[in-house]
């Protein structure tokens, strides 16, 4: 049985037919699964960026705390003496 798989794999137009399955399955794949997260990302929760006074969380378990500054950091002043 491995022999006749074998040489049907040695005709090059059998490849190719192959090879055109087999990225037809890949795309396949690839599109359910970005839908299939598109749609069950929708179902859990807001999934948005909300923020406080001192504080930033995002859509689901990530949670900065303490000052959050954006841009260049404060200039300090500089001692003389």
Do not use: C
Not at 24 to 45: M, P
């Amino acid at each position: 049985m491995f022999e006749s798989w074998w040489d049907w794999l040695q005709v090059p137009e059998n490849r190719e037919v192959l090879y055109l399955i087999g990225a037809a399955v890949a795309a396949v794949i690839g599109a359910g699964w970005a839908v299939f997260t598109f749609v069950f990302s929708r179902r859990s929760g807001d999934g948005g960026v909300s923020s406080s006074d001192h504080s930033i969380a995002s859509g689901r378990d990530t949670t900065i705390g303490g000052d959050v500054h954006s841009g260049a950091p404060p200039r300090r002043k500089r001692r003389r003496g």
